[in-house]
């Protein structure tokens, strides 16, 4: 099994900026993918980004592309989005997984999630 942990998640003005952070431990052999999602009360899970773990090849939802980055740091087995010009729509609670898959953008191919980070953009 692997667990993970989100920190990170704060109020934040509009226009500011927060970076994320996910800590997996427990059998992280067996992670291929590491990825972000957020859930909007009375929203689906939407995917945001994915990166191979390792820190290569990340790949974005458009929503998010130019405005968040995610990267990884192997030694600390930590995985981070770097949410950059934030508006009340970014509102949500931010989950990270991950998928033994290459490519995955659909919820079902990720297999462990973490418990959320709530991030909230208002004035």
């Known amino acids: 099994q692997v667990q993970l942990v989100e920190s990170g998640g704060e109020l934040v003005q509009p226009g500011g900026s927060l970076r994320l952070s996910c800590a997996a431990s427990?059998?992280?052999?067996?992670?291929?993918?590491m990825g972000w999602f957020r859930q909007a009360p009375g929203k689906e899970r939407e995917f945001l980004a994915r990166?191979?773990?390792?820190?290569?090849?990340?790949y974005y939802a458009d929503s998010v592309k130019g405005r968040f980055t995610i990267s990884g740091d192997n030694a600390k087995k930590t995985v981070y989005l770097q949410m950059n010009s934030l508006t009340p729509e970014d509102t949500a609670v931010y989950y990270c997984?991950?998928?033994?898959?290459?490519?995955?953008?659909?919820?079902?191919?990720?297999?462990?999630w973490g418990q959320g980070t709530q991030v909230t953009v208002s004035s």
């Open positions: 427990g059998r992280t052999n067996s992670i291929v993918v």
């Open positions: 990166i191979i773990w390792g820190g290569i090849d990340a």
């Open positions: 997984a991950t998928s033994r898959f290459l490519a995955p953008v659909q919820r079902g191919l990720f297999e462990h």
